[in-house]
């Protein structure tokens, strides 16, 4: 190959400002046309990942800068995409890592980071929004050292080069008070610093595959670094899994390589590049595509096991089938296990009945993402409350539960209720420090159980203004009982719309979920009890007229605004009795079993044991 190679990964949390940098460095590296126009967050190119600002699927760019094509790949910044990153890392030489002037390295940053520099990868740090008013870049630098060091990084990944830049001003220096022109220090940087890959060019094809998706026209795509050889159109393939057992055979149909944001076709690709290939149907993540005289598999990183699990279900509600055009329990469970095909992180089995299936994942983030996606295809869904999964130690035969590293940054004010609401839940604080402009910094270790559901109840604790990050810490001891919702439910009595009258008059009784003129039915969730148990409700009747128009006889109605919950919220607020009904156009919140007399027969036989 004439040109040099350099493949790169960036790393940052969330909101860090990771894809406008990678804007800013196709921009620059002249990959767009002057009057070409170019959406904003130009890598953020699924639906959601617009929607919420946050990168959920790992994305390929590539550029020129001088003599050097340098491959990027976006990673997620989120712990709940996990499984993206560690396969994503396998590809590159170096990491490109962005923390916040102003909110330091936080913990998605930390949890990346760590399995970068477990795996020898040489970090170059970019300190990003020095312009922020709030930016206090030189105690960043001291934390990402710190922070290293915590990791156990070797000396040589402990001597990084740091650059301070502004990605949306589209400039990096080397020094604080530098000339703030354009990324050419950037660009320079990752050509010396990060290695050339290392292949072997005179060995036969290999590559593992790290990504995976479904084209319309191409069918199964998979997506690697080619680690030895070449490959060519139409030379014959094969394909090893993790233990070198055969996959499948199969012909190269299409070559396809990432220039800028787009792909183009190649007749043939060499060793160090990152390349799509098309033409398998069994091939998958973790595979190994090679020549046909390659026997032994390369080494691929092991994926971490999921820690929550929720069920998925048919909608059997007396609405079913009115909103969405796939409700059927074969097109769900085909749809969910193409899902678990591509995402490593996810599994899914089926459930005890034939319209059940379990899905296990890395956290509600990660599951609300993929409910949020069906809904929009037109599923029909039931989803039951996320349940963490337990493991035994082999030793002791103790029973072991996932616990999470939680770092809160809240005003003053409130962090003595968030130390009480977090003991209640079984977490145990592991520091506390002022972060300035009148702030404290709490880091806890709790058990995942305890914080399902916690992020609404924080957010109305901190009047908004607090900052959780969640990180998965590793298996401990089990904590015993975790108090649940600590209220009951309002619930419907029977079939038709909520009038505004009746939802007035239940306003003493708690808080109201629904809208006037909302279709509700038997056993569906209304509103919040303000009292522990479950209460049902008449919201049909409406106000009843008559001829008499006496002056003050008519009240008027003014309704507090009701709280309706996202998707996230309701999975959270639901009990283990309850479930979130998804339609594509409508979210409804309603007991398992709706006819109040068969949920008090097993409430009994409950009891009873």
């Known amino acids: 190959m004439t040109t040099k190679l350099r493949n790169i990964a960036i790393i940052a949390h969330v909101d860090h400002g990771k894809t406008t940098l990678v804007d800013v460095l196709l921009r620059q590296s002249g990959q767009f046309r002057e009057n070409q126009h170019v959406a904003e967050r130009v890598m953020d190119s699924n639906d959601l990942e617009k929607e919420r600002g946050i990168t959920i699927l790992a994305k390929v760019t590539s550029l020129m800068w001088k003599d050097t094509r340098i491959n990027i790949v976006d990673t997620p910044g989120h712990a709940d995409f996990g499984g993206e990153v560690e396969r994503i890392l396998s590809m590159v030489d170096g990491v490109v890592i962005l923390v916040d002037a102003a909110e330091g390295a936080l913990p998605q940053t930390k949890f990346v980071s760590g399995k970068a520099l477990k795996m020898g990868l040489k970090p170059i740090v970019v300190i990003n929004k020095v312009d922020r008013p709030d930016a206090r870049p030189d105690e960043v630098h001291e934390e990402v050292f710190d922070l290293f060091v915590a990791l156990e990084a070797t000396d040589q990944q402990l001597d990084f080069p740091i650059l301070y830049a502004s990605g949306r001003q589209g400039w990096a220096s080397k020094t604080l008070g530098g000339e703030q022109k354009d990324l050419a220090p950037l660009f320079d940087l990752i050509c010396e610093y990060v290695p050339e890959p290392k292949v072997e060019e005179n060995k036969p094809f290999s590559m593992l595959v790290t990504m995976i998706e479904s084209n319309p026209y191409l069918g199964r795509v998979c997506t690697g670094r080619i680690t030895s050889g070449s490959v060519k159109m139409n030379m014959p393939l094969k394909s090893l899994g993790t233990d070198s057992s055969a996959v499948e055979n199969f012909r190269a149909t299409k070559i396809l390589a990432f220039r800028g944001i787009d792909r183009e076709p190649l007749d043939e690709a060499f060793a160090g590049d990152i390349i799509s290939l098309a033409g398998m149907t069994e091939t998958t993540v973790t595979n190994t595509i090679c020549d046909v005289a390659v026997s032994e598999a390369l080494y691929s990183v092991p994926i971490d096991p999921p820690t929550i699990s929720m069920s998925f279900a048919v909608n059997n509600g007396p609405f079913a089938g009115t909103e969405g055009t796939k409700v059927t329990s074969r097109m769900i469970r085909d749809r969910l296990f193409k899902e678990a ?161 009746d939802l007035w008059k239940l306003e003493e009784r708690g808080i109201i979920m629904v809208l006037p003129g ?9 509103g919040e009890h303000n009292r522990d148990n479950d209460l049902p409700v008449n919201i049909l009747r409406g106000k009843k007229l008559t001829n008499v128009r006496a002056s003050g006889s008519d009240e008027s109605t003014k309704l507090i605004p009701p709280r309706i919950l996202t998707l996230e919220q309701s999975i959270t607020f639901i009990n283990d009795d309850e479930l979130v009904e998804v339609t594509p156009k409508t979210l409804r919140l309603r007991k398992a079993i709706l006819d109040p007399n068969a949920r008090k027969r097993t409430e009994k036989m409950a009891e009873a044991g």
Not at 418 to 442: D, F, L
């Open 341 to 501: 095909e591509s995402n490593v992180a996810m599994k899914v089995k089926d459930g005890q009945t034939s319209d059940t299936f379990e899905v296990f994942g890395r956290g509600e983030l990660q599951m609300s993402v993929l409910i949020e996606t069906m809904r929009r295809e037109g599923f029909e869904l039931l989803i039951g409350r996320p349940r963490v999964l337990y493991k035994t130690d082999e030793v002791s035969g103790e029973r072991l539960e996932p616990f999470e590293e939680v770092v809160i940054d809240v005003d003053q004010e409130h962090s003595g209720t968030v130390v009480q609401k977090m003991a209640i839940r079984k977490g145990e604080m592991m520091s506390m420090a002022p972060s300035g402009a009148g702030k404290v910094k709490m880091t806890f270790i709790a058990p995942t159980r305890g914080l399902i559901g916690y992020h609404g109840e924080f957010l109305t604790d901190t009047r908004g203004t607090g900052i959780i990050n969640r990180l998965f810490h590793g298996y401990g001891p089990f904590k015993g009982n975790v108090e649940g919702r600590r209220v009951g439910v309002l619930l419907a009595m029977g079939t038709g719309e909520a009038t505004e009258y």
């Open 518 to 526: 909302t279709k509700v039915y038997e056993g569906m969730i209304v």
